[in-house]
């Protein structure tokens, strides 16, 4: 009888019938870019729900402590209502102001002048992270009415120019790391709201002036990653 070859074994040897140099290409870009791809929706994920896990402790003691202080007297929780606000707000803009001023701001148009190639110093340095996470925290369970939008994607940038120096395929690939930059930005947007597809969108709405083709899989992989481990954990 004829002995039926595994499907591995077929795979293995379509894979030795191709030219050695695209084996190396191919060998080469994909595993960095996609453990890349796992890494990014990994980190913005635990990101995500640490924030949120902060935000909403600092919110829950607000009330908690406002409805005691409010049994004694209405003003008195009304007070420290105000105070709470004015506390955490103003520690927001110190922390900001001290620790990564680079944080001031959503990150937004930064972020849209660095994907069109403009070189922004320290705008993706760690103490820029460490500040924008900080005021995010504070300024989010202090009440203030700011959106997590820009600085989700401006720390999810910050996360993937760090990966980058991981991974020295990518590393040394300068036009390869900005389009990944793009894969961080729907990283950022769907680990914040849970939305891979409105991630990617978003990616494309925030591209200057261009969008390459291949960015499309590498945002929906990392996306939809980062959505699930974000419900997960």
């Not at 993937?160 to 894969?183: G, M, S, T, W």
């Not at 709405?205 to 997960?232: K, P």
Request: charged fraction near 15%.
């Amino acid at each position: 009888p004829a002995i039926v070859e595994p499907p591995s074994h077929r795979l293995g040897s379509l894979w030795r019938k191709l030219p050695a140099e695209l084996r190396n290409t191919l060998s080469e870009s994909l595993s960095g870019v996609w453990l890349f791809l796992i890494l990014q929706g990994l980190f913005a994920s635990i990101l995500a729900n640490f924030i949120t896990l902060m935000v909403d402790g600092a919110l829950l003691m607000r009330w908690a402590s406002y409805d005691f202080f409010a049994s004694l007297h209405l003003v008195l929780g009304w007070i420290w209502w105000m105070a709470w606000v004015f506390v955490l707000g103003m520690g927001a803009a110190a922390w900001t102001k001290f620790i990564g001023p680079h944080a001031v701001g959503s990150g937004l148009p930064e972020m849209k002048a660095r994907l069109s190639g403009v070189y922004l110093r320290y705008f993706l340095s760690v103490r820029t992270f460490l500040g924008k996470v900080g005021g995010v925290i504070l300024a989010l369970g202090g009440g203030l009415v700011v959106g997590k939008e820009g600085p989700f994607v401006h720390m999810s940038s910050i996360m993937a120019d760090k990966i980058h120096l991981c991974l020295p395929r990518i590393r040394k690939n300068f036009e390869l790391r900005r389009q990944l930059l793009f894969v961080a930005v729907a990283t950022g947007l769907s680990t914040s709201f849970r939305t891979p597809v409105g991630g990617v969108l978003f990616s494309i709405e925030v591209t200057a002036s261009y969008y390459h083709i291949q960015n499309y899989w590498r945002s929906f992989v990392a996306s939809v990653s980062g959505g699930l481990l974000t419900r997960l954990i």
